[in-house]
């Protein structure tokens, strides 16, 4: 069957695919969408009405897509848990009367509360018990409550060339740049429409062509001391994305075999600074093992070189308190740090154990810590939690000190080494923010005043 | 690129034009509760986007922008129509559950980057179902 137009569906007649004739969409997007048995199936209601919403909202989409065919998907991971309104409850709640649940593993973002530490909420009770109440709505339709930002982290995870649908700007770009899996950049409610109906569009970066590389971004200029820092790679991540906007660039001179914890933090900076889901990285990421087959065997549209320049101004762009100049002008001090955004992994957590050596955070001083459950389990079972604890750190879980009420509101700039916490927080939270390294953030922390150490930025 | 205009969501919309200098997220950038620009890095912080014909060029960023913007069309804060260069799925998203759960249609439609410009220079326009952009002259 051959969908040429999905109009809204009739207030007088049931929704079915008895189609609307209409030349002119049919000839402007170009494309028809062509549907399988089982899809077409799913459309009619046969499935129920919660898959019936959920494939009119995946054909509509995969008809903005320009897509000819929807594909089938091994797994899901669901942003649309993250309370933002009453429009994600009335969605998740015509899904579940309508009798839905997911056909793939699927795995949930991070929500609005952290459950296993209810006492860190400080936002009004009517949006904790609506969140709380999203939050159950997507468990009854089948999704892991495994509330995390970094599904990468968990034990399964999809292997390369695997179809997935992943929301979550810092998943999606992790997922096809770090793990070679295949997801197109899939927002609130289709990805939810994408589990229940187990298909996604087959478009986009879900096609062999939709993952080449047209633009280089040549990092040579920076100085390797700097590469050989975490903190490069959030900077590095917020000039890219800047630059980039939505195309795909391929990174040429970044240290061979770069971690993942540092592509996860670069991945999760070019999301925020620009709508980066696809990044190839030469000799570190899987489809990347030379410039050339990065670029499909193409010359480039564009060469970008980044420059030690680029990288201080960027640095200072993160930071919205004037603290870190020679004469500060705000008159509030520093009063906390907050790291793990993306959640932290456990290599990640191990790092600040490292360098706190024993220290205590300074009294009256914040110092959280986002993860998700499943790495606070493998803190536990290492004793880390418990140190880490006693030192003075707060581990939230669940969520992230970002996009809830968790940092008391009260006067002074908040630490992070997160370029995408420094991006998002002063608009969330109304908070001032400076940007800095783990190692600053800790020992800021343990002195209870600014730290910074600049010397690799120089040259 | 498939031929322009592109109708992603089906509608018509009028409203005073108003153009993003540069991309905003709607989450984190975008208030659903007002209608108005948040993203205090964004350079028309303070600017409200409702009841607007949006130019906006491309989407960035989260992925929730498709909820923030579904409960802004709930909450009548949302731009009446969106004008654009690109498709962003991410923001198509939003206007099609709108339209689906609600019944609220905030149409969305790529144009070519000359009609695009053309269109910022209205003061008030409206945008057709088949992807028209004009002037809306005051006084009729």
Request: charged fraction near 20%; charge should be negative; aromatic fraction near 6%.
């Given at each position: 069957?051959?969908?040429?137009?999905?109009?809204?569906?009739?207030?007088?007649?049931?929704?079915?695919?008895?189609?609307?004739?209409?030349?002119?969409?049919?000839?402007?997007?170009g494309v028809?969408?062509?549907?399988?048995?089982?899809?077409?199936?799913?459309?009619?209601?046969?499935?129920?009405?919660?898959?019936?919403?959920?494939?009119?909202?995946?054909?509509?989409?995969?008809?903005?897509?320009?897509?000819?065919?929807?594909?089938?998907?091994?797994?899901?991971?669901?942003?649309?848990?993250?309370?933002?309104?009453?429009?994600?409850?009335?969605f998740?709640?015509?899904?579940?009367?309508?009798?839905?649940?997911?056909?793939?593993?699927?795995?949930?973002?991070?929500?609005?509360?952290?459950?296993?530490?209810?006492?860190?909420?400080?936002?009004?009770?009517e949006?904790?018990?609506?969140?709380?109440?999203?939050?159950?709505?997507?468990?009854?339709?089948?999704?892991?409550?495994?509330?995390?930002?970094?599904?990468?982290?968990?034990?399964?995870?999809?292997?390369?060339?695997?179809?997935?649908?992943?929301?979550?700007?810092?998943?999606?770009?992790?997922a096809?740049?770090?793990?070679?899996?295949?997801?197109?950049?899939?927002?609130?409610?289709?990805?939810?429409?994408?589990?229940?109906?187990?298909?996604?569009?087959?478009?986009?970066?879900?096609?062999?062509?939709?993952?080449?590389?047209?633009?280089?971004?040549?990092?040579?200029?920076?100085?390797?001391?700097?590469?050989?820092?975490?903190?490069?790679?959030?900077?590095?991540?917020?000039?890219?994305?800047?630059?980039?906007?939505?195309?795909?660039?391929?990174?040429?001179?970044?240290?061979?075999?770069?971690?993942?914890d540092?592509?996860?933090?670069?991945?999760?900076?070019?999301?925020?600074?620009?709508?980066?889901?696809?990044?190839?990285?030469?000799?570190?990421?899987?489809?990347?093992?030379?410039?050339?087959?990065?670029?499909?065997?193409?010359?480039?549209?564009?060469?970008?070189?980044i420059?030690?320049?680029d990288?201080?101004?960027?640095?200072?762009?993160?930071?919205?308190?004037?603290?870190?100049?020679?004469?500060?002008?705000?008159?509030?001090?520093?009063?906390?740090?907050?790291?793990?955004?993306?959640?932290?992994?456990?290599?990640?957590?191990?790092?600040?154990r490292?360098?706190?050596?024993?220290?205590?955070?300074?009294?009256?001083?914040?110092?959280?810590?986002?993860?998700?459950?499943?790495?606070?389990?493998?803190?536990?079972?290492?004793?880390?939690?418990?140190?880490?604890?006693?030192?003075?750190?707060?581990?939230?879980?669940?969520?992230?000190?970002y996009?809830?009420?968790?940092?008391?509101?009260?006067?002074?700039?908040?630490?992070?080494?997160?370029?995408?916490?420094?991006?998002?927080?002063?608009?969330?939270?109304g908070?001032?923010?400076?940007?800095?390294?783990?190692?600053?953030?800790?020992e800021?922390?343990?002195?209870?005043?600014?730290?910074?150490?600049?010397?690799?930025?120089?040259? | 690129?498939a031929?322009?205009?592109?109708?992603?969501?089906?509608?018509?919309?009028?409203?005073?034009?108003?153009e993003?200098?540069?991309?905003?997220?709607?989450?984190?950038?975008?208030?659903?509760?007002?209608?108005?620009?948040?993203?205090?890095?964004?350079?028309?912080?303070?600017?409200?986007?409702?009841?607007?014909?949006?130019?906006?060029?491309?989407?960035?960023?989260?992925?929730?922008?498709?909820?923030?913007?579904?409960?802004?069309?709930?909450?009548?804060?949302?731009?009446?129509?969106?004008?654009?260069?690109?498709?962003?799925?991410?923001?198509?998203?939003?206007?099609?559950?709108?339209?689906?759960?609600?019944?609220?249609?905030?149409?969305?439609?790529?144009?070519?980057?000359?009609?695009?410009?053309?269109?910022?220079?209205?003061?008030?326009?409206?945008?057709?179902?088949v992807?028209e952009?004009?002037?809306?002259?005051?006084?009729?």
């Amino acid at each position: 069957m051959v969908v040429r137009l999905l109009r809204r569906r009739s207030k007088t007649k049931p929704s079915h695919w008895s189609v609307h004739r209409s030349a002119h969409l049919r000839s402007l997007a170009g494309v028809d969408l062509q549907l399988s048995a089982d899809e077409q199936a799913m459309a009619a209601g046969e499935a129920g009405p919660g898959c019936q919403l959920a494939m009119r909202v995946l054909t509509r989409t995969a008809q903005a897509m320009g897509a000819a065919q929807l594909r089938p998907i091994t797994g899901a991971h669901i942003d649309s848990c993250l309370y933002h309104g009453q429009a994600g409850i009335d969605f998740a709640a015509r899904l579940v009367e309508g009798e839905a649940s997911v056909v793939v593993p699927t795995t949930l973002n991070v929500s609005s509360l952290d459950l296993l530490h209810p006492e860190l909420y400080r936002g009004d009770e009517e949006t904790g018990r609506a969140a709380r109440h999203l939050m159950e709505l997507y468990e009854q339709l089948g999704c892991e409550p495994t509330w995390t930002c970094a599904p990468y982290q968990l034990e399964e995870r999809p292997s390369f060339g695997e179809h997935v649908a992943w929301a979550e700007s810092n998943a999606i770009v992790f997922a096809n740049s770090v793990l070679g899996a295949r997801t197109h950049r899939y927002g609130d409610f289709i990805d939810i429409a994408a589990a229940i109906t187990g298909r996604v569009p087959d478009a986009g970066l879900h096609t062999d062509a939709g993952r080449i590389a047209t633009i280089v971004i040549d990092v040579h200029q920076i100085a390797a001391e700097l590469l050989a820092a975490d903190v490069a790679y959030p900077v590095l991540g917020h000039v890219i994305g800047g630059l980039v906007g939505t195309d795909i660039c391929v990174i040429d001179g970044l240290p061979e075999g770069t971690n993942e914890d540092r592509l996860k933090a670069l991945g999760a900076s070019m999301a925020s600074s620009g709508t980066v889901a696809l990044f190839h990285a030469v000799g570190s990421t899987p489809e990347a093992p030379t410039l050339e087959i990065a670029l499909g065997g193409q010359p480039p549209e564009r060469t970008l070189t980044i420059s030690m320049a680029d990288m201080r101004a960027a640095r200072d762009a993160l930071s919205t308190a004037e603290l870190m100049s020679a004469h500060p002008t705000s008159s509030a001090p520093l009063r906390g740090i907050s790291l793990g955004t993306p959640h932290y992994s456990v290599a990640e957590f191990g790092r600040v154990r490292d360098l706190l050596d024993g220290r205590r955070i300074a009294p009256g001083f914040d110092a959280f810590i986002s993860t998700g459950r499943g790495v606070l389990t493998e803190l536990e079972l290492r004793g880390w939690a418990e140190t880490l604890r006693e030192a003075g750190v707060q581990i939230v879980t669940d969520t992230c000190t970002y996009i809830t009420p968790i940092i008391e509101d009260r006067p002074g700039p908040i630490m992070t080494d997160s370029a995408k916490w420094a991006y998002y927080a002063p608009g969330n939270l109304g908070v001032d923010v400076i940007f800095g390294s783990v190692e600053d953030c800790v020992e800021s922390a343990v002195a209870g005043t600014l730290v910074r150490e600049t010397g690799r930025w120089d040259g | 690129m498939a031929d322009l205009p592109l109708i992603v969501v089906e509608g018509d919309a009028s409203g005073p034009v108003l153009e993003l200098h540069e991309p905003l997220s709607f989450w984190g950038g975008l208030d659903p509760e007002t209608g108005c620009i948040i993203d205090q890095r964004h350079p028309q912080v303070g600017q409200c986007v409702t009841n607007t014909l949006l130019f906006m060029p491309v989407g960035r960023g989260s992925s929730s922008a498709s909820s923030v913007l579904a409960e802004a069309i709930r909450l009548g804060t949302a731009p009446a129509g969106l004008v654009m260069l690109e498709v962003d799925e991410i923001i198509a998203l939003g206007a099609i559950v709108a339209d689906e759960i609600y019944d609220h249609t905030m149409p969305i439609v790529v144009v070519s980057a000359e009609e695009f410009a053309r269109g910022t220079q209205l003061g008030v326009a409206y945008l057709t179902s088949v992807g028209e952009i004009g002037a809306v002259e005051v006084g009729h």
